[in-house]
C-alpha cells in the first residue's frame, strides 16, 4: 500500500514557476516508477511526466523544455518542476505511483491555476 500527498500548486502568473512534491509513505518508494498527471476542467486526465526507478525521465510534448521531474529516494519525494507557466496549463496536477502488475496508487491532486 502506497500513500501519496501532493503539495505545491497555487496561483501564478504567466511565466512564473511552481515545484510540485509529492511524499509516498509505505513501501518500497524506490521501487516504484512515479509520474505526474494534470486534469483541466472538462478536459481528460493527461499524462505529463515519469520518471522510472532508474532515474529516466519522459515528458509530453507540451512540457518539454519546461517542466522537469525528479525523484529523492531518500525522502520518498517525487518534484515537477514547471517553469514559462501558460495558462493552458492550468490543471489539478496528480502524482502516481506504478510498477508492473502492482496497483497503481494516486494522490489527492493539487490545483495548479496560471492566470494574470
Known amino acids: 500500500q502506497v500513500r501519496l500527498v501532493e503539495s505545491g500548486g497555487g496561483l501564478v502568473q504567466p511565466g512564473g514557476s511552481l515545484r510540485l512534491s509529492c511524499v509516498a509513505s509505505?513501501?518500497?518508494?524506490?521501487?516504484?516508477?512515479m509520474a505526474w498527471h494534470r486534469q483541466a476542467p472538462g478536459k481528460q486526465r493527461e499524462s505529463v511526466a515519469s520518471?522510472?526507478?532508474?532515474?529516466?525521465?519522459n515528458y509530453a510534448d507540451s512540457v518539454k523544455g519546461r517542466f522537469t521531474i525528479s525523484r529523492d529516494n531518500a525522502k520518498n519525494t517525487v518534484y515537477l518542476q514547471m517553469n514559462s507557466l501558460k495558462p493552458e496549463d492550468t490543471a489539478v496536477y496528480y502524482c502516481?505511483?506504478?510498477?508492473?502488475?502492482?496497483?497503481?496508487?494516486w494522490g489527492q491532486g493539487t490545483q495548479v491555476t496560471v492566470s494574470s
Open positions: 520518471i522510472s526507478n532508474g532515474g529516466v525521465t
Open positions: 509505505g513501501s518500497s518508494f524506490s521501487t516504484y516508477y
Open positions: 502516481k505511483a506504478f510498477f508492473g502488475r502492482l496497483p497503481d496508487y
